[in-house]
């Protein structure tokens, strides 16, 4: 792991002296050089992900597919979603309109004497090891997003939103980063809340973003497979999160103040096994939402339109 760490470092270190940095001269940001810096890790990081995507799982997706691709067009926004969001173009944004605003929240709180909470010291000499540590984190965050998913679902104004993301009837690899923009800044922030509250490093942190990431483009795949009776149960699979899409079975909620559907988790089917959401049915039904089949309801085709008609749902418009 450590040679890993070490050539990430190099690289990152190169690419930014010989290209981000001149450019944040050039611009006049050179107050903003450590943040860059950062920033060109992720960047690195969106790359490997994107090159895992078309060496490893778009070949996967072309042997064994769960569905006939008959609408590329789609396929293509989808792209683009995962172009803004793995390569930092959203990040950025983020970082001009939250980070100050989270920076002066948390440089408060800490100046009232309200200290991190650091989740890896609760065994000093076992759970503060590095690969302990990273696993405590890791498990962590996938409970938290957990209930954030199911937040997507259960509350209505939340799901005018998150409806975008199950709106796709052609689910591919490329589908995962396919969201509302607004939805993903509530995401992010719920993040980085949590991030900062129980003490992740910030190089666990992008490591561990890392990971669910390529597992969740993973799991979107256009691909029929599963991971066995006891795989299912320890790593969600694509055959796991594709019942979540289903229409009329994976998302849909029961009744007011409940949680219809099955599937949450987004790394470790562990909490729907807890919680009582899992369904570990053998079957690829389609993706979608109901009231495109049953009301041909306008989810958008474009990115700009899908943004635009989110928006009009939001206020009850659409």
């Known amino acids: 792991m450590d040679w890993i760490e070490s050539l990430f470092s190099v690289v990152q270190q190169w690419l930014f002296e010989t290209a981000v940095q001149p450019a944040m001269f050039a611009m006049g940001l050179g107050n903003l050089l450590e943040d860059a810096y950062a920033a060109t890790a992720w960047f690195m990081v969106g790359l490997i992900q994107i090159a895992v995507l078309l060496a490893v799982i778009g070949p996967l997706q072309r042997w064994r597919p769960a569905e006939p691709l008959t609408d590329r067009a789609t396929i293509r926004t989808d792209i683009l979603y995962t172009v803004i969001h793995r390569l930092g173009l959203f990040r950025i944004a983020l970082f001009f309109m939250l980070d100050p605003w989270f920076d002066d929240a948390f440089s408060a709180l800490r100046t009232a004497g ?15 090891g590095a690969v302990m540590s990273f696993v405590i984190y890791l498990v962590a965050f996938d409970f938290i997003g957990y209930w954030i998913h199911r937040g997507q679902h259960q509350w209505d104004v939340w799901w005018r939103l998150h409806s975008l993301h199950h709106a796709q009837r052609q689910m591919t690899m490329w589908s995962d980063n396919r969201n509302h923009l607004l939805d993903d800044i509530l995401v992010d922030s719920l993040m980085v809340i949590a991030a900062q509250l129980i003490g992740v490093a910030p190089g666990q942190f992008v490591a561990i973003v890392a990971i669910t990431q390529l597992s969740e483009s993973f799991q979107h795949a256009n691909v029929r497979l599963w991971f066995g009776q006891i795989g299912e149960r320890l790593w969600v699979s694509p055959r796991f999160h594709r019942l979540h899409h289903s229409i009329g079975i994976g998302h849909e909620s029961a009744g007011r103040g409940t949680v219809g559907g099955h599937n949450f988790g987004v790394l470790l089917p562990w909490w729907d096994m807890l919680f009582r959401t899992a369904n570990f049915e053998l079957r690829y039904d389609p993706t979608g939402v109901r009231d495109q089949v049953e009301k041909s309801r306008d989810y958008g085709r474009g990115f700009w339109s899908q943004q635009w008609l989110g928006l009009k749902r939001l206020v009850g418009r659409a």
């Not at 909470?117 to 065994?123: G, I, S, T």
């Open 114 to 128: 309200y200290g991190t909470f650091h989740l890896d010291q609760l065994w000093p000499g076992v759970t503060d």
